[in-house]
Nanobody, 115 residues
Framework: QVQLVESGGGLVQPGGSLRLSCATS????????MGWYRQAPGKERELVAA???????NYADSVKDRFTISRDNAASMVYLQMKSLKLEDTAIYYC?????????WGQGTQVTVSS
């Protein structure tokens, strides 16, 4: 079983920055692809960014050039650096991975962009 614990959310003004962290349990982290999803009120959960075990990344068009996903295999951590935040980035952000066909989610961390 994989446990995921997000942190780093909060309230930020438009144009500001935040860094989300996701701690992952176990020695399997190096082999996992990891992703960040978000869900805004009244909207479906959407993929924000993903990173493979080899470090290849991909991003939603809405966050390209503003968000950066990265990983630290030694610490079993994945990060989402967010800059130039917009009102529409307000959402609960979830860390996720799949292991042996089972999808795992963290509890989510709230990001609120407001003036």
């Amino acid at each position: 079983q994989v446990q995921l614990v997000e942190s780093g959310g909060g309230l930020v003004q438009p144009g500001g920055s935040l860094r989300l962290s996701c701690a992952t349990s176990g020695s399997i982290f190096r082999s996992l692809s990891m992703g960040w999803y978000r869900q805004a009120p009244g909207k479906e959960r959407e993929l924000v960014a993903a990173i493979t075990s080899g470090g290849t990344t991909n991003y939603a068009d809405s966050v390209k050039d503003r968000f950066t996903i990265s990983r630290d295999n030694a610490a079993s951590m994945v990060y989402l650096q967010m800059k130039s935040l917009k009102l529409e980035d307000t959402a609960i952000y979830y860390c996720t991975t799949s292991y042996y066909g089972v999808l795992y989610w963290g509890q989510g961390t709230q990001v609120t962009v407001s003036s």
